[in-house]
């Protein structure tokens, strides 16, 4: 906690959070909550919808993405514990095994058999292309009289 008081600035960008001094430690093994609820964002832009997924130390084949029935996109994973050997001596163990699950409802304008999806750095990209929205044509009609 600051000793400082914080003064309010009425110009400032800086977003007021009233529990950010109040924040406590998670070493207590909160990793496993942290790792259950994956952090992704999701952007859309005119050809398509972008989902990134942070899933720091899984490999490709620990990750699923899948589309189910009515547009929902979902993207799940699981975290293995390492094998215990019988002669190994255990100090701390910190880093979490567990799984993780999101679902998104797409909207009705995607091509869900051009999904790609692909990870680097401990980051998964899942792109959707949205198909080209058709403008209803508009005929002109002769007025007579």
């Known amino acids: 906690m600051s000793l400082i008081p914080r003064v309010f600035d009425p110009f400032s960008l800086e977003v007021w959070d009233p529990f950010r001094d109040l924040q406590l430690s998670r070493s207590d093994g909160d990793e496993a909550s942290q790792f259950a609820a994956?952090?992704?964002?999701?952007?859309?832009?005119?050809?398509?919808?972008?989902f990134k997924a942070?899933?720091?130390?899984?490999?490709?084949?620990?990750?699923?993405?899948?589309?189910?029935?009515?547009?929902?996109l979902q993207i799940s994973g699981e975290r293995n514990r390492e094998k215990e050997e019988k002669n190994d001596?255990?100090?701390?163990?910190?880093r979490s095994s567990d799984k993780f699950r999101r679902r998104f409802h797409l909207p009705e304008n995607v091509k869900l058999d051009q999904i790609r999806a692909s990870m680097e750095n401990g980051v998964l990209t899942v792109t959707v292309p949205n198909e080209e929205v058709k403008k209803p044509e508009v005929k002109a009609i002769d007025i007579s009289g």
């Open 38 to 50: 994956a952090q992704i964002d999701w952007k859309e832009t005119a050809k398509v919808h972008v």
């Open 54 to 72: 942070d899933v720091p130390g899984l490999k490709k084949e620990e990750v699923k993405v899948e589309v189910e029935e009515g547009n929902v």
């Open 89 to 94: 001596t255990w100090h701390r163990v910190e």
